[in-house]
């Protein structure tokens, strides 16, 4: 393929390519959690959680009501881990390896918040308490010490119109889960039996 011909393979290329940093990208990376990046935490219901192991890298989505992330100190996040579908690679790899990112995403604002560190995994109970919802408790605690945070400039939200009403799109325009399990399994699984049925297993397995 021609794109072989004309790959990046070198720093100096690399560097040649996108020249020096922006004054304000070297700025805004902190290795602590100061007012405002308090605020942008708290006031976010979604974060992504991308790990590394020996097997290869995962990204997996965490959410909840806004705040769902607690701040235990200005170096140190809790996330807490939700029924999912224990597949557990990201955990898999945090006992291998703790090194860890975070993307914050708050709904309606374009800048995203960026988080690296070493996380860990805790089942300390009354960590787990303070986290419980209907008297429901997580499976396990996310600990993430910050070794750098900083704020991501909007435009690639602008770009992409993300939170535009505009360019929301139609679900039903999509294969539902079902028919894509379905088509995976060979017919085994999934069907109109599954989709019917994913609104109330999906709210008796929140927590």
């Not at 590394?52 to 100190?73: H, Q, R």
């Not at 787990?128 to 499976?139: D, Y």
Request: aromatic share 6%; charged share 25%; net charge neutral.
């Amino acid at each position: 393929m021609a794109y072989r011909d004309h790959l990046i393979t070198t720093m100096d290329q690399l560097q040649s390519l996108y020249g020096e940093k922006l004054p304000t990208s070297i700025l805004k990376e902190i290795d602590h959690i100061n007012d405002g990046y308090r605020k942008l935490i708290e006031a976010a219901p979604f974060v992504a959680v991308a790990t590394s192991g020996p097997e290869g890298l995962d990204c997996s989505p965490k959410g909840d009501t806004a705040g769902f992330v607690s701040i235990l100190d200005d170096k140190t996040l809790a996330i807490p881990d939700r029924p999912g579908n224990n597949r557990l690679d990201g955990f898999r790899n945090i006992v291998r390896d703790p090194r860890i990112a975070l993307l914050f995403l708050i709904p309606g604002v374009g800048e995203t918040l960026r988080v690296n560190g070493r996380a860990s995994i805790s089942v300390d109970p009354k960590l787990m308490q303070g986290f419980a919802v209907g008297g429901k408790l997580p499976r396990c605690v996310l600990i993430v010490h910050i070794e750098s945070i900083y704020f991501h400039c909007s435009k690639a939200i602008v770009r992409s119109k993300l939170w535009d009403e505009a360019t929301k799109i139609d679900r039903k325009s999509l294969p539902s889960t079902g028919t894509i399990v379905a088509e995976l399994s060979q017919g085994k699984l999934g069907g109109e039996t599954y989709d019917r049925e994913a609104p109330e297993r999906i709210k008796a397995q929140l927590y």
